[in-house]
């Protein structure tokens, strides 16, 4: 067959940027200040607004595992989603921690709050500076720590230590169950940050190559 009469085979084309996901995820980041805002009025003493605050995160860890599920269904992963998408994830829970840290202001929740922080900020920015280079698969472990994280955020976003009545025992039992989430999330993140250094480690010439 002649290369004239050859058959036409259209090139892969990119998903627009302008698709569901990516609306979802400009979302989240749009919330993040909102969140912080309701999580701090009246120092954190406000039971209205810390309900509003637990509200508002929801909506973010929902609208995040939903944008990430419509993207791989649908084919619509772009490189906005690629960048957009772990800052928002790490823009709401780090404002989470901050947060929670100011309003419970203990040496070992401002420890950790920092710890964390340090580690999901220094993993996502050198995930993505190694983007093109190798793709570097989400471990268990992290995906573990993502949801000991989200449960633990969420109850201590709750007003559960400053509700009365027939809710203070049960505000005080999810209080201590939150704290196993935090302590659980706190230990997963230490231990999926060591499991992402070292395979980075081990992929470290291809990266070189790469760059």
Known sequence: MS?????????????????????????RIILVPFFGWALLYDGGDSVLWRT???????????????????????????????IADPIADKAITGMAFIGLAIIMDTWWMWTIAIVVLVREWAVTLLRLSVLKAVVIAAAQSGKWKTVAQAFALGF????????????????????????????????????????????????????RKAV
Do not use: C
């Not at 290369?3 to 979302?27: D, G, I, Q, R, Y």
């Open 156 to 207: 201590l976003s709750l007003p559960l230590l400053e509700v009365d009545g027939w809710l203070d025992v049960p505000g005080e039992i999810t209080y201590g169950v939150a704290l196993v989430f935090l302590a659980a999330a706190f230990l997963l993140t230490l231990w999926s940050g060591y499991e992402f250094f070292r395979d980075v480690w081990k992929q470290r010439h291809d990266i």
């Open 3 to 27: 290369e004239s009469n050859a058959p036409v085979v259209p090139a892969a084309t990119k998903p627009s940027n302008w698709n569901v996901p990516n609306a979802l995820t400009t979302l």
């Open 52 to 82: 509003v605050a637990f509200g508002i995160f929801f909506v973010g860890m929902v609208t995040d595992k939903v944008d990430g599920d419509i993207a791989r269904k649908h084919n619509l992963i772009t490189d906005f989603g690629k």
